[in-house]
């Protein structure tokens, strides 16, 4: 599922949102809840603190559309990691297991947020690279096998396993805190 | 690093770690690659960051969103930040039961597409019946959503032409994989997509703005008997026709389908109770009704039946019964001369044709044969 919206898409989205249009909010919605929902679920495995984060993000964007910036990248992507961001702050602000040293609260904390990007890089990878993986982890297909099944070459189909590898070992780096704005973002008139 | 082996069986190596981390090779390949990274540090550093990459690897679960959320989501938005241009109340409807079907959509299997659905519908007092598949089913919801988008003036969707769609058009999640399973599902998206911004775009109170009847080329479908419609009614009748469609669609592969939003799911009762009056008259023209006619002269007060519709889309309609375009007062409400209860969802059941009117009251109280006839131009509301 890596459907980037085109930066024309992205522009006028942004400026839809802008005037005010509530047709525009809906349809923002609809492409792009189950991103925010399934990304902020992945972090905080509780329905409820799942549904507020989704709320958040878009009244986030619907109260300042001005936050994203299409030069900055896809709307796609400013959504999954302002959900991610939402997400990772609540689950730091929930008391954790009893007994947690802050240290293991932190790790807790991080294997959450990783585990999130993770989910994300596969839904935006390609998708030969996303199949492959996906081929050969969740049927138990080998390389041969998976490879036949794709109509592709052996060595092809090692390609993409270690490619795609490759993309999701980015997770572990991946910080929520990057990228937050210094101060709530201004809205030009 | 000490490199015994020559840069090709090193290469060789290096390109199996991926499927060695997923472990997708041969056993003896295995046994190569795990010999080489006791020899090679560059290797064994990246087989160890790949294999926890793959331990990264969830099965993507669907995710069944609650349209709840949807709702409280979009309210709670606009609280803070109220619409410049809102979406008129009676446009509201057919946004939320098309976010649904769409959603519903996304969930189905390739092999569901295909499933077989019966289309019914009750007219001149008898059952008919029209076979299609879940694909058909969306087809037939793009071609009836037609007349309305034209007579709003917007052309006809792209999906069906490639050469380009509405200004800003987006293809969908796995749009591809859409046109596969059925060619109809993009252009209905798309156009359901622009009726709702259309409809923000005109805005106007319930009722305000007008369509041509002849537009429509089904004269009962609406209420009233004037040259024109109102504009909400045509979107409530859309509203309506998605909602008993994705039902239907739900039905055929058994998936769960919930009502509509209760605030929504009463103007869609309402609209019904509305065209009640209609389809009553249209019975006794035909000659189908059972009870006696009573012709009323101007101003003399006409019969009534007292439509009691229970759940959170529900209320109390009092159905004229004698001339659809009577008003009807408070003391002929009070004067009844039939009580029909029934459920709201029942009741829209019966109106789209997919309950009975045997089956749909669950009280009723007065002149068996007025409630009979009641019911039955109930059910006479369904189309194919």
Same mark, same amino acid.
């Given at each position: 599922m890596a459907h980037e919206t085109p930066p024309h898409w992205d522009r006028s989205m942004r400026q839809r949102l802008r005037r005010g249009e509530a047709a525009a909010l809906a349809e923002l919605y609809d492409r792009f809840a189950s991103l925010a929902y399934g990304t902020a679920r992945r972090v905080l495995d509780d329905e409820a603190d799942t549904g507020e984060v989704t709320r958040e993000v878009f009244s986030l964007i619907w109260q300042s559309p001005h936050d994203f910036d299409p030069d900055k990248g896809p709307m796609r992507s400013w959504i999954a990691a302002a959900a991610h961001r939402l997400a990772v702050d609540r689950l730091r602000r929930r008391p954790g297991p009893s007994g947690a040293s802050p240290a293991?609260?932190?790790?807790?904390?991080?294997?959450?947020?990783?585990?999130?990007?993770?989910?994300?890089?596969?839904?935006?990878?390609p998708a030969p690279l996303r199949d492959a993986l996906e081929?050969?982890?969740?049927?138990?297909?080998?390389?041969?096998?998976?490879?036949?099944?794709?109509?592709?070459?052996?060595?092809?189909?090692?390609?993409?396993?270690?490619?795609?590898?490759?993309?999701?070992?980015?997770?572990?780096?991946?910080s929520p805190d990057a990228g937050r704005p210094a101060e709530p973002g201004r809205e030009h008139a | 690093m000490s490199a015994p082996l020559d840069d090709r069986d090193h290469q060789d190596l290096m390109s199996l770690l991926g499927a060695w981390a997923l472990a997708a090779c041969t056993p003896k390949e295995a046994e190569r690659v795990e010999a080489h990274l006791g020899e090679c540090g560059r290797c064994a550093e990246e087989a160890l960051g790949l294999r926890d990459a793959a331990t990264l690897l969830e099965p993507q679960r669907s995710l069944d969103l609650d349209p709840g959320l949807r709702t409280a989501v979009l309210a709670d938005c606009l609280a803070r930040r109220p619409a410049r241009q809102p979406l008129p109340s009676w446009a509201a409807p057919f946004d939320a039961e098309a976010a649904r079907l769409d959603a519903l959509l996304n969930d189905?299997?390739?092999?569901?597409?295909?499933? $077989?659905?019966?289309?019914?519908?009750?007219? !001149?007092?008898?059952?008919?019946?029209?076979?299609?598949?879940?694909?058909?089913?969306?087809?037939?919801?793009?071609?009836?959503?037609?007349?309305?988008?034209?007579?709003?003036?917007?052309?006809?969707?792209?999906?069906?032409? $490639?050469?380009g769609g509405p200004p800003g058009h987006l293809p969908d999640a796995g749009d591809g994989a859409r046109g596969e399973r059925c060619p109809a599902w993009q252009p209905w998206r798309d156009r359901t997509r622009s009726l709702v911004r259309k409809a923000g775009e005109l805005g106007g109170r319930t009722g305000e703005r007008t369509l041509p009847r002849a537009a429509f080329g089904d004269p009962g479908r609406f209420p009233g008997d004037g040259d024109r419609v109102p504009l909400s009614d045509a979107y409530l009748d859309r509203a309506f026709a998605c909602w008993v469609h994705a039902g239907?669609?739900?039905?055929?592969?058994?998936?769960?389908?919930?009502?509509p939003h209760g605030p929504h799911l009463r103007l869609l009762v309402d609209l019904n109770a509305r065209r009640l009056p209609g389809s009553i008259a249209g019975r006794r023209r035909a000659g189908l009704a059972v009870s006696p006619a009573r012709l009323t002269t101007a101003g003399t007060p006409g019969r009534t039946l007292h439509l009691e519709v229970e759940g959170t889309g529900g209320g109390h309609w009092y159905i004229p019964l004698d001339s659809p375009v009577a008003g009807v007062s408070r003391t002929q409400a009070r004067d009844a001369v039939a009580h029909v209860a &029934? !459920?709201?969802?029942?009741?829209?059941?019966? +109106?789209?044709?997919?309950?009975?009117?045997?089956? +749909?009251?669950?009280?009723?109280?007065?002149? $068996?044969?007025?409630?009979?006839?009641?019911?039955?131009?109930?059910? +006479? &509301?369904s189309r194919p």
């Open positions: 293991e609260q932190a790790e807790l904390v991080r294997a959450a947020s990783t585990a999130a990007r993770a989910d994300y890089i596969v839904t935006a990878m081929l050969t982890r969740f049927q138990r297909q080998d390389c041969r096998q998976m490879a036949e099944r794709l109509g592709i070459s052996e060595a092809e189909a090692r390609r993409r396993l270690r490619l795609g590898l490759q993309l999701l070992s980015s997770a572990a780096r991946y | 189905m299997a390739e092999d569901e597409w295909r499933t $077989p659905v019966s289309l019914r519908w009750f007219a !001149d007092d008898q059952w008919s019946w029209r076979r299609t598949t879940v694909a058909g089913v969306v087809d037939h919801l793009l071609a009836g959503d037609g007349p309305l988008a034209r007579a709003v003036g917007l052309r006809d969707p792209a999906g069906t032409d $490639p050469a239907d669609i739900a039905e055929a592969v058994e998936y769960p389908y919930a009502p &029934l !459920d709201d969802v029942v009741f829209c059941q019966l +109106a789209a044709g997919r309950t009975s009117p045997e089956d +749909a009251a669950s009280g009723v109280e007065g002149d $068996p044969a007025v409630i009979h006839d009641v019911l039955s131009a109930a059910a +006479a &509301l």
